[in-house]
């Protein structure tokens, strides 16, 4: 392994391996990608569901939105990897006054910035997916553009091209501690030796806490399990009944209950509102039935649904829903791309790219106020995300 390097970048998912992509386009290659599993994107990144929309609440969001999307569509011929992208497009279902106001809002900000969201009633609603039912809903947002794209792709792509212009991927080594000298990042300690390094990116995804603590730094994520369930066709049928025929993603934003399909099948889930944080991800069979009792009232289909197989995997939540993206507060040489809270798969293209160009010490364009380190520390923090699901 190497024992010196310019950048090291810790965690192999989807956001340490777009900086390293990006810091090496910028021909900063004399970078070390450490990961402790044996694959990558076997973290947060493996367990997502894909989704991918410009439909945020805040406006530094939109943006991460904005530029991701660009990435993603021009990704096959840009960074040259195949991600199945479908822009079958987002639709969020709204059933109380209070989210028809904010969501009124949060349209006219995102159209401002140049999203294309329509405003639906439920009856338009209803004729984009087959079965789905929209009792009880007042209004609902569309986004064509938004859609479902390979967290796995997404991640290969990143990191093999990275390698392919010489950064270097160590799987299988675990990042054990960080030596500070002088308030400023001196090496970092691994299972299989040291490396010296001025550099480190805290890429470590819901352990960001741990990995800020080596060095010192304050990282306030914390690990959320979600949960995640697939429908399988019934035997003898091709497809699962209730499946739309396009990608769509439904969202009923009151539940946070949503839905996708999934090959032959449907992929569903839903926030737990009283998880705690944990790193365990094991899944909690009787939290299903809470599920499908929200479910059917919307996709009555999944009454007579078998459950194939289910996972759970972690948010790395922040304390308002916002990333916290740029260098950490008071350690030279340390940077942070955490606190994803459960959206960062469809903002690492933006969120990289960002990033690495703070590192490479070039302008990124982009406002990180609302993502900075210390705004928790300064109590500056700015109205966070609302659309978390
Ligand atoms: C059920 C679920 C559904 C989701 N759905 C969506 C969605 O539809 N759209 C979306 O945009 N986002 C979604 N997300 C969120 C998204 O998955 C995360 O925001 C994103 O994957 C975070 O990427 P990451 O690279 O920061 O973290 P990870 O993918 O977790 O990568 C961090 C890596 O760091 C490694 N690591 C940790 N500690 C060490 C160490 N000490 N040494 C070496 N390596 C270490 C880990 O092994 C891991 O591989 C979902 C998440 C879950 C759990």
Not at 204 to 217: C, D, K, L, T
Request: charged share 20%.
């Amino acid at each position: 392994m190497k024992r010196v390097a310019d950048v090291v970048i810790v965690g192999g998912g989807c956001m340490g391996a777009s900086v390293a992509y990006h810091l090496a386009r910028l021909g900063v290659t004399d970078v070390v990608l450490l990961e402790r599993e044996k694959m990558l994107a076997t973290g947060s990144t493996g367990r997502n569901a894909g989704g991918v929309r410009h439909q945020f609440s805040n406006e530094a969001n939109i943006k991460l939105s904005i530029e991701s999307i660009g990435l993603l569509e021009r990704f096959a011929g840009e960074v040259g990897h195949p991600i199945d992208f479908h822009q079958d497009g987002y639709l969020f279902l709204l059933s109380t006054p209070e989210s028809v106001q904010t969501f009124k809002r949060n349209v006219a900000l995102q159209r401002r910035l140049g999203v294309a969201v329509d405003w639906l009633d439920p009856r338009e609603a209803a004729a984009l997916v087959t079965g789905l039912n929209t009792d009880g809903a007042l209004a609902a947002t569309f986004c064509q553009k938004d859609g479902i794209a390979d967290p796995n792709g997404v991640t290969m792509g990143f990191a093999k091209t990275a390698q392919s212009l010489g950064v270097t991927i160590e799987r299988d080594v675990e990042v054990t501690g960080i030596t500070v000298t002088g308030g400023r990042i001196a090496a970092v300690e691994t299972s299989r030796g040291t490396i010296e390094t001025r550099t480190v990116v805290n890429a470590a995804g819901p352990y960001a806490r741990s990995i800020g603590r080596m060095a010192g730094a304050s990282v306030p994520v914390d690990p959320i399990r979600r949960h995640i369930f697939i429908a399988a066709p019934a035997a003898g049928q091709p497809v699962f009944a209730g499946v739309p025929a396009s990608h769509i993603m439904v969202i009923d934003f009151e539940t946070t209950f949503y839905f996708h399909r999934e090959g032959a099948g449907l992929l569903f889930g839903m926030g737990e509102r009283h998880e705690q944080p944990t790193f365990d991800t094991t899944v909690q069979w009787d939290f299903l039935p809470q599920v499908i009792d929200v479910a059917v009232t919307r996709l009555p289909a999944l009454a007579e649904a078998s459950i194939s197989h289910a996972w759970a995997g972690l948010y790395e939540m922040s304390p308002d829903g916002n990333p916290i993206l740029g260098p950490a507060d008071g350690i030279e040489g340390l940077f942070l791309i955490n606190g994803f809270s459960g959206h960062g798969f469809q903002h690492s293209p933006a969120a990289g790219r960002i990033l690495a160009d703070v590192i490479a010490g070039r302008d990124p364009h982009f406002d990180l106020t609302p993502f900075a380190a210390n705004r928790f520390a300064l109590q500056a923090a700015a109205p966070g995300e609302r659309y978390v699901v």
